[in-house]
């Protein structure tokens, strides 16, 4: 009869990702999908409950109104600030832009996505607030 032997594995925390400040951000960054994924099923029960009439409508808003829809939809958006700070951040090791020849800094296209960012916001609050 042979045996194989067992290595030996070191027990390792469950928690092992809250010790390093790099590691947490990450695991965040990777939970924060979950929650742009629920912003995109709230948005989609939004389109419906207004497709389909004003009562449907107001069930919706009665709905949204909850406290604990509420306070979904406040982690949410603070996990969807960090998720598009986190990816903002990142865009220059994602992408190589060069502009004659020549690479563009990263804190130059960093620049441009938060100043893209605000311009689309002030024009969002403009439309949404006149």
């Known amino acids: ?13 469950t928690f092992w990702w809250v010790r390093r400040r790099s590691y947490l951000i990450f695991v965040l960054r990777e939970l924060s999908s979950v929650f742009v994924a629920w912003f995109v099923v709230y948005l989609l ?4 409950a207004v497709s389909s009439g004003s009562e449907a ?3 919706f808003l009665s709905w949204s109104a909850g406290s604990w829809v ?8 603070l996990f969807v600030l960090m998720h ?3 990816w903002f951040n990142l865009t220059p090791k994602a992408i190589v832009v060069r502009v004659r020849g020549r690479r563009v800094a990263p804190v130059v296209i960093v620049g441009l996505n938060y100043l893209l960012w605000g311009l689309l916001t002030a024009i969002v609050a403009w439309v949404v607030l006149r």
Do not use: D, E, G
């Open 1 to 13: 009869m042979t045996t194989t032997p067992r290595l030996y594995r070191k027990p390792v925390s």
């Open 45 to 48: 029960f939004l389109v419906h």
């Open 57 to 59: 409508y107001q069930r």
């Open 70 to 77: 509420l306070a979904l939809n406040t982690i949410a958006l």
């Open 84 to 86: 598009t700070v986190t």
